[in-house]
């Protein structure tokens, strides 16, 4: 039984940090149909991204702003996560995101100027983490509909960093080594 039930208030202590061992796996498909305990995991994911943006409880718990949440993040090797984000033109998206597949992405690609964060990672870390400009993807939704949908610029660098952690990938891993602010050669590459 999940403690992860939709009236358990995820914090800053249930979110797993860079280190452990889970962040590095590649995660498990979940089972379909969805269990009552894998939506209310979701459920209690979304909501924590929720009052991760709301000023007054962000504060009162001491949460860390975020716009994306895995499963393996709360310590569940399971194949799931959540987005929750405003783009440019100041829509809200809400994404419950299961067994999630890349179709296609573009050639062209895009990076933030002020480098990525994680709430699984409590230091500052500068480079530029390139990613594709535009993904098509395909998922379960918490109904355990399937759906495919488009996302470019800032959308789909989320949902390309939540990717990254179902494969046991750290958004750090991206950044060029030997120079963190060198873009792949040869590629179409704009800061967003």
């Known amino acids: ?28 498909e979940v089972e379909l ?10 459920i209690c994911m979304m909501q924590f991204l929720k009052n991760s943006q709301d000023p007054v409880i ?20 399971k194949r799931m996560f959540v987005v929750y984000f405003t783009d440019e033109k100041g829509v809200l998206h ?3 995101m299961i067994n999630p597949k890349i179709i296609s992405t573009s050639t062209s690609m895009t990076y933030l100027p002020q480098s990525e ?43 390309q960093h939540e990717m990254d952690h179902l494969n046991g990938i750290m958004f750090y891993d991206r950044i060029n080594q030997d120079n963190p602010f060198k873009l792949p050669e040869n590629v179409d590459i704009n800061s967003l």
């Open 1 to 28: 039984m999940s403690k992860f039930t939709s009236d358990y208030m995820i914090t800053m202590k249930d979110i797993v940090k860079e280190g452990s061992p889970i962040l590095r796996q590649v995660t498990e």
């Open 117 to 159: 964060g994680c709430l699984s990672v409590d230091r500052e870390i500068v480079g530029f983490v390139p990613r594709y400009e535009r993904v098509k993807v395909k998922a379960i939704d918490i109904e355990g509909k399937e759906f495919t949908i488009r996302f470019k610029k800032f959308p789909a660098i989320v949902f």
């Open 58 to 77: 962000s504060k009162k718990y001491g949460l860390r702003a975020g716009v994306g949440l895995s499963a393996n993040q709360i310590g569940l090797n």
């Open 94 to 96: 809400e994404y419950t």
């Open 33 to 42: 149909p969805l269990s009552k305990e894998d939506k209310d995991t979701l």
